[in-house]
């Protein structure tokens, strides 16, 4: 007897049962956009297990080592049953007191155990942010250019991401009265980001003090993801919400983001933490039993040696040497080319830098030059289309990477876009 393939006869078995259609998925998943930046990394993996040297320049993926105390006391605490089990929601209390001084500590606000919860990375407490904030059609105010995730989890929730532009030309800086114009009784909350993946810009605490006023004035949330909020160059001093002269009466209206991803180089242990007003609180951790029931024990208890220790404060001025170091690389190996990156372009923080890839007008499509730079010159990119409108026709370098690589794999990229005419429309 003729044998059908596997498709084929899972179609006929459907048949002889009347099941013409297959079960609906949901509408909003289906939709939602793959990350261009997961795109290149699949490219680039590829590109490795076929033989070729890659310049990983396309994610915000520390090369630093984790702190040897976290690693140490993640360790101690898989030989601790308690570590091993399920802990409350919020996580455990002596590890959010350890985060609570942190808290305190940079931003001078006044913080107990009982403002924190503790989730999966800043992924993890801004899903669950959102479910507590969000009803279907509600907006949330995020920049353009930005990391894709905010986006894309504001849809899950059935929110609609609206975006108030910070261009290029503006230096990656919202205009507040622009801001304000895209308020509706719809919005719930404005995201802020500082300094900001893509741009690696900051802010002032004059501008954050202008959103923590807003967001007052208007009975709207701020949500500020201050993840890379201790990466600063140049002796810049970090900008917070919570350093702002309003925040003591803004506090109900304050949602402040962080976690040991970046600063301390502790991508896995996917460990971050939500100061917010307690009202708040007992949402999240609702939020959280359904999607997880707690985050990891022992990931936590790592988190909390390193960011409760004396070593915390060298540890991050080290970092911010190295990523320093790293942009000045990167901005000295396209001026070398003759491509040097306008005053207002250069990072002042985090680890990215958005390059410009093409002309005003152009219809320069980061997503195929970025697959077609890597093919051609060995060098991952994100595509700047990637975070939104504005940064179309620019391409994002991540410096979080050795220095042998940031410096090669940017001269590389200076030399693909020379060949494509670029002193003609360099940006001044």
Request: aromatic share 8%; glycine share 8%.
């Amino acid at each position: 007897a003729m044998r059908l393939s596997l498709p084929v006869a899972r179609a006929a078995g459907r048949a002889r049962h009347g099941l013409a259609t297959l079960p609906r998925i949901s509408r909003v998943a289906e939709e939602l956009p793959q990350s261009s930046i997961r795109k290149v990394m699949e490219l680039a993996w590829a590109a490795e297990r076929a033989g070729q040297k890659v310049y990983h320049l396309e994610v915000g993926q520390p090369d630093l080592p984790a702190p040897q105390i976290a690693i140490d006391a993640a360790k101690d605490a898989l030989d601790d049953p308690v570590a091993l089990r399920y802990i409350s929601n919020a996580g455990e209390n002596p590890v959010r007191e350890v985060v609570a001084a942190y808290v305190q500590r940079r931003t001078g606000f006044p913080t107990s155990a009982a403002d924190i919860v503790m989730g999966s990375g800043v992924n993890g407490t801004m899903a669950i942010v959102l479910s507590a904030i969000l009803d279907e059609g509600d907006e949330i105010l995020i920049p353009d250019p930005l990391w894709p995730n905010m986006d894309m989890a504001t849809r899950l929730f059935c929110g609609r991401p609206v975006r108030y532009p910070t261009p290029a030309r503006r230096g990656w800086l919202a205009d507040l009265d622009e801001v304000e114009r895209l308020i509706t009784p719809r919005t719930k909350a404005i995201y802020v980001c500082s300094p900001c993946n893509p741009t690696g810009k900051s802010m002032t605490q004059e501008q954050m003090d202008g959103f923590v006023q807003l967001c007052m004035r208007k009975n709207i949330f701020l949500l500020s993801d201050e993840i890379y909020g201790e990466i600063l160059f140049d002796g810049r001093e970090e900008v917070s919400c919570l350093k702002s002269a309003y925040a003591e009466a803004a506090q109900e209206h304050l949602i402040w983001m962080g976690g040991v991803s970046k600063a301390f180089a502790m991508t896995g242990f996917r460990t971050g933490y939500v100061r917010a007003p307690r009202r708040l609180l007992p949402l999240f951790q609702t939020s959280q039993e359904a999607f997880l029931s707690c985050h990891v024990p022992f990931a936590q208890r790592g988190a909390a040696a390193i960011l409760g220790s004396e070593q915390a404060g060298a540890v991050m001025e080290e970092a911010k040497r190295i990523y320093g170091r790293r942009r000045d690389l990167a901005v000295a190996a396209m001026a070398e080319r003759g491509l040097a990156m306008p005053k207002h372009m250069i990072p002042e923080g985090a680890f990215y830098m958005l390059v410009p890839c093409g002309p005003a007008g152009d219809a320069c499509q980061s997503e195929a030059m970025a697959a077609d730079i890597l093919q051609r010159t060995g060098v991952a990119v994100a595509p700047g289309a990637g975070f939104g409108k504005e940064g179309e026709k620019h391409l994002r370098l991540s410096f979080a990477t050795a220095d042998e690589d940031v410096e090669e794999g940017t001269r590389r990229l200076a030399d693909y876009l020379l060949d494509r005419g670029a002193r003609q429309w360099w940006p001044s």
